[in-house]
C-alpha cells in the first residue's frame, strides 16, 4: 500500500516537471512561468498608465466597485471569515490535528521565537505601528454600535480587538495551512493553485491553474505597495518631527528607494539570514518600545483597559461575529467589512510565508500558534498603545484626537509628545520618536523582503529556489508602483490602489471556502497514511522489545 502511494506521488511531480516546470522561462538568470509572470506585469502597466492618464475617473471607478462589494457582498464577508474560524478549531481539536506539516519525520526548521517573530512581522506588524493610536483613539470618541458597555473606552478597545484579532488570523492560520499542506504533504508547488489539486486535478498545472495564481500575484504587489506608500508617509512624518524634513512626495519617493534597496539587500541574502535576522530584530525593538511606553505611560490605566476590554470583546464574540447590519450598515461596511475584505486580500501573501517557515509543525501546534499568539501579543500593543493616547487625549481636552483626525501618519509621533515624562523629558521623547520611526522602516522592509520571496516563489512555478535576480526584479517592482502612484496622485493613488486591493477580497472569500473542502480532503487522507506509519513502528518496536525479552 505505502510503495503504491509513493507511486502515486512519484508521477504527480512526473507531471509537474512535464507540464508546469517545463513551461518556464530560463535564459538571462530567470526561471519563471511566462504566463503568470506576463500576465500580472501587462496588468500592472495598464493600472499604472490609467491612473496616470485619468486618476480621478480611476478613483471614481474603484470606489464604486468597492462600495458595491462591501455593501452588496457583506454578508459573504463576514460569514466566510466565521466559517474560516470555525474549521480552524475543528482541525485543532479533531484527530486530523495530529497530522505534522512535511510527514511524520519532519523537523521545524526555526525556533518558536524566530518562528513567531517572523509570523507577527508579516502579518501586521506594520499595521499595528500605523493604526495602534489612531483607531482606538477615534472610536473612544466616536462610539461604535458594537461591544457596547457602560464605558466607551472599553467598547472602542474591544472593537479594535475585533478587527485586528481571531478573523485576521483565522484567515491567515487557513489559507496558509492549505498552502503548506500541499507543498510539504502532497509534494505540490509552494503556490495557491496547489490547494486546489483535489478539486481540479491537473488543471491547476495548466490555464486554471495560471489564473488563480495571477489574481494571487496582484492582490501581493498592490496590497504591499500600498503600505508601503502608507507606510513611507508615517516615516516621512517622524522625520519631519525629528529633523524637520519637509513631508513631501519627493522625500517619500526617495525613502521608498532606500526601503527598497535594504530589503533587496535581505531577499538575496535569502529567508535563514535577512528576513529571520529583521524579523526577530523587529521584535526585540518592538518589546523594549512596548515595555517604555508602557512604563511611561498611565500603567494601571492599561492593565484596567486591556483586562476589561477583552473581557467584553471574548463575551460578546459569537454575537458581533455574526452581525449583518441593517441599520448601521455603513458603518459596518467602512470599518469591519472593510477590513474583513483587506485581510483576505492581503491573505495569499501572508499565507504563502508563514507557509514557507512551518515545516515540521503538526496542525493542532500550528493553527493554535498561528490563530492565538499573534492575537494575543496584538491585544497587549493595541491597549498600551491605544489606552495611552486615549488618556492622554481626555488629559489635554481632545486636543491629541483633533490632530491625529487631519493627520493620521503623525498619530504615533504626538502622542509620544503628549506623553507626562518625569524626567529627562525632551531626551527621552526623541529617542522614542527614534526608535518609532527605526521599528516603522524595520517592519516596512520585512514586509517587503517576505512579499518579494512570495511573489517570486509563485511566479516561478511555486519553487523554492530561484534565481537571486528574480527575487530583486520583484522587490524593486513593489517600490516602482508605490513610487509611481504617489507620484501620480499621492495619497489619493495610493487610496486608489487599496481600493483595487479590497476588490480582490470578494472572489477570494469564495476561492479560500472552497479551498477549505480540498484542504479537508487532503488531511483525512494523509491522517490515515501517517497513523498506519506510526501503527507499523509501533508494532516493530514492540516486537523488537519481545525478541529481547526472549
Not at 454575537?319 to 447590519?325: G, H, M
Not at 473542502?517 to 516493530?540: A, F, M, N, P, Y
Amino acid at each position: 500500500m505505502k510503495d503504491h502511494m509513493d507511486k502515486q506521488q512519484d508521477d504527480l511531480i512526473k507531471r509537474l516537471e512535464e507540464k508546469l516546470y517545463s513551461r518556464n522561462f530560463t535564459k538571462y538568470g530567470l526561471d519563471l512561468n511566462p504566463v503568470v509572470s506576463i500576465a500580472a506585469g501587462a496588468f500592472i502597466l495598464i493600472f499604472s498608465l490609467y491612473a496616470l492618464l485619468n486618476l480621478e475617473h480611476a478613483t471614481t471607478v474603484f470606489e464604486k466597485v468597492k462600495n458595491a462589494i462591501i455593501t452588496q457582498g457583506d454578508w459573504i464577508f463576514i460569514l466566510s471569515s466565521n466559517f474560516f474560524i470555525i474549521i480552524c478549531l475543528f482541525l485543532a481539536f479533531s484527530k486530523l490535528g495530529n497530522v505534522r506539516i512535511g510527514g511524520i519525520g519532519s523537523k521545524p526548521e526555526f525556533s518558536n521565537f524566530a518562528w513567531y517573530s517572523m509570523l507577527i512581522s508579516a502579518g501586521m506588524g506594520i499595521g499595528l505601528m500605523f493604526w495602534a493610536v489612531g483607531e482606538p483613539l477615534y472610536h473612544s470618541e466616536f462610539t461604535p454600535p458594537i461591544f457596547q458597555s457602560d464605558n466607551p473606552t472599553y467598547s472602542a478597545m474591544a472593537t479594535t480587538f475585533f478587527h485586528w484579532g481571531f478573523h485576521p488570523w483565522g484567515i491567515y492560520t487557513l489559507i496558509s495551512l492549505a498552502l503548506a499542506f500541499f507543498a510539504f504533504n502532497k509534494k505540490l508547488p509552494l503556490s495557491l493553485r496547489s490547494v486546489f489539486y483535489p478539486l481540479l486535478k491537473d488543471r491547476v498545472l495548466g490555464i486554471t491553474g495560471d489564473i488563480i495564481d495571477i489574481l494571487a500575484v496582484l492582490a501581493c504587489l498592490f496590497g504591499l505597495a500600498t503600505s508601503l506608500g502608507l507606510g513611507v508617509q508615517q516615516i516621512n512624518s517622524g522625520l519631519n518631527y525629528l529633523f524637520g524634513i519637509n513631508v513631501s512626495v519627493m522625500v517619500q519617493v526617495i525613502l521608498i528607494a532606500i526601503i527598497t534597496a535594504i530589503a533587496t539587500l535581505s531577499v538575496v541574502s535569502g529567508l535563514d539570514k535577512g528576513v529571520k535576522f529583521l524579523s526577530t530584530l523587529n521584535i526585540k525593538l518592538a518589546a523594549v518600545f512596548m515595555i517604555t511606553i508602557f512604563i511611561l505611560g498611565p500603567t494601571a490605566y492599561i492593565i484596567r483597559l486591556f483586562s476589561n476590554s477583552l473581557g467584553l470583546y471574548l463575551n460578546d464574540f459569537i454575537l458581533a461575529s455574526f452581525r449583518i447590519s441593517v441599520k448601521d450598515q455603513a458603518w459596518q461596511g467602512s470599518w469591519s467589512v472593510f477590513y474583513l475584505a483587506w485581510w483576505i486580500s492581503w491573505s495569499p501573501f501572508v499565507g504563502m510565508f508563514i507557509a514557507r517557515i512551518s515545516k515540521g509543525r503538526t496542525i493542532r501546534e500550528f493553527v493554535l500558534a498561528v490563530l492565538l499568539i499573534p492575537s494575543l501579543l496584538s491585544f497587549i500593543w493595541l491597549s498600551i498603545f491605544g489606552g495611552t493616547a486615549i488618556y492622554l487625549n481626555e488629559t489635554v481636552g481632545g486636543a491629541l484626537f483633533d490632530v491625529v483626525q487631519d493627520n493620521l501618519p503623525i498619530a504615533l509621533f504626538e502622542m509620544i509628545n503628549y506623553l507626562n515624562i518625569p524626567f529627562l523629558a525632551g531626551t527621552l521623547r526623541i529617542v522614542l520618536s527614534i526608535l518609532g520611526t527605526i521599528l516603522v522602516i524595520s517592519f516596512f522592509v520585512t514586509s517587503s523582503d517576505s512579499g518579494s520571496l512570495v511573489v517570486d516563489n509563485i511566479t516561478s512555478g511555486g519553487r523554492l529556489d530561484s534565481p537571486v535576480t528574480q527575487r530583486v526584479f520583484w522587490a524593486c517592482m513593489e517600490g516602482f508602483i508605490a513610487a509611481i502612484l504617489l507620484i501620480i496622485g499621492g495619497e489619493k493613488g495610493l487610496s486608489t490602489l487599496q481600493t483595487a486591493v479590497i476588490s480582490t477580497g470578494l472572489p477570494f472569500s469564495i476561492i479560500l471556502t472552497v479551498m477549505t473542502v480540498s484542504l479537508i480532503e487532503g488531511i483525512r487522507t494523509s491522517h490515515v497514511k501517517q497513523k498506519r506509519i506510526k501503527d507499523i513502528e509501533h508494532h516493530r518496536k514492540m516486537m523488537d522489545y519481545l525478541k529481547r525479552k526472549k
